[in-house]
């Protein structure tokens, strides 16, 4: 299968080996011609996935046009890059491609809407989208660690595709219709891995870190299924399963930012000092923006944000949310069925 990576992070040099290895007919392409030439000739980027080589077979380029024919395009740039790569694309695609997201957040240029909703409107909804996401850090997957994802698609012809291709003895690929339960699981679970990461940094211990994981998979069920998505999705791969290996990892930047800024330094300072994008960091701003005139109580996120972008004391904020109002733990509305 002819197949076209565009995005030659961490992600794209990963999943990019991978599927070279499952036998497909791989491209890369990069927007930056010295990383482009770096990985022509050494065949790794030692600083972003040391010891992770691509294939002698694929093939490296500068030029977008080389999605044009392929019969599956990825898409693995940051959340921020994505709709500018999108509309590079746009020329080179046709109805019988299939566009698959590695890319996980929001897109701030367009309301903060889901990425795969951004695509859809690029792409004029004729290209099949399929979300690729769940507990997978790039440095595990290019080393081949058993890994378990999620091809999430309202078309199940193209998620199972994607599944077909992506698939081998240690990596795993499930299918779902919940596209949108699926993204957000993986763009919410950064702000919950920054919380982790800060508590942490604080010296606080892993009862607090219990805590606000147990808690955010709620605050991120609850937004998810107010933006449309299943409930039962936030308890798979792309929920709970992302959280989990984005808050106790020590691949997660998100984490380490966290730990930074738990430890004293500023946000800026910690995203300064981790290096790359730290998708956590928008997510928080994002769910801010996307939930300021809806009443949907998502009190780490708010914490997050209040942390991150109006200078809250991290004291102030932990007070703040230990003291809230007394509450079940279960949704009202799924508690229907218990008489007390």
């Not at 499952?22 to 392409?29: I, M, P, S």
């Not at 012809?157 to 081998?168: D, G, I």
């Not at 942390?307 to 703040?320: C, K, N």
Request: a negative charge; proline letters at 4%; glycine letters at 10%.
């Amino acid at each position: 299968m002819k197949i076209s990576m565009i995005g030659s992070g961490s992600w794209g040099i990963a999943a990019t080996k991978m599927l070279s290895e499952n036998g497909h007919d791989l491209t890369l392409w990069s927007f930056d011609e010295k990383e482009a030439a770096l990985l022509q000739t050494e065949r790794e980027n030692p600083a972003l996935l040391p010891g992770i080589r691509l294939p002698d077979t694929v093939r490296v380029t500068t030029d977008i046009a080389c999605a044009q024919g392929a019969e599956i395009v990825v898409i693995a740039t940051p959340s921020f890059a994505v709709f500018e790569t999108a509309q590079k694309l746009r020329p080179y695609l046709n109805k019988k491609q299939v566009v698959v997201l590695l890319s996980k957040g929001f897109d701030k240029n367009s309301g903060y809407s889901l990425l795969s909703d951004l695509l859809e409107r690029v792409f004029l909804g004729e290209v099949p989208i399929v979300a690729l996401t769940g507990p997978s850090h790039a440095e595990e997957v290019g080393r081949g660690v058993p890994t378990a994802v999620v091809a999430a698609s309202m078309n199940q012809a193209a998620a199972e595709l994607v599944q077909t291709a992506f698939m081998n003895p240690v990596f795993r690929v499930y299918t779902t219709p919940d596209i949108v339960g699926a993204e957000l699981g993986g763009a919410l679970k950064n702000i919950m891995a920054l919380a982790v990461g800060i508590s942490d940094g604080a010296g606080y211990g892993d009862n607090t870190k219990a805590m606000l994981m147990t808690r955010g998979i709620t605050e991120m069920a609850r937004l998810g299924v107010a933006l449309g998505g299943r409930p039962e999705t936030f308890t798979g791969l792309s929920g709970i399963g992302d959280l989990i290996v984005t808050c106790i990892s020590q691949h997660s930047r998100n984490r380490r930012a966290g730990l930074l800024i738990g430890g004293g330094l500023s946000p800026e300072e910690a995203i300064q000092q981790v290096g790359a994008v730290v998708e956590g960091y928008f997510a928080a701003q994002a769910v801010h923006e996307l939930t300021r005139d809806k009443e949907i109580e998502l009190p780490i996120c708010q914490a997050v944000y209040q942390l991150l972008y109006e200078g809250a004391s991290l004291e102030d904020t932990v007070h703040q949310l230990m003291t809230r109002d007394k509450k079940r733990e279960i949704e009202e509305s799924w508690m229907q069925h218990i008489n007390w």
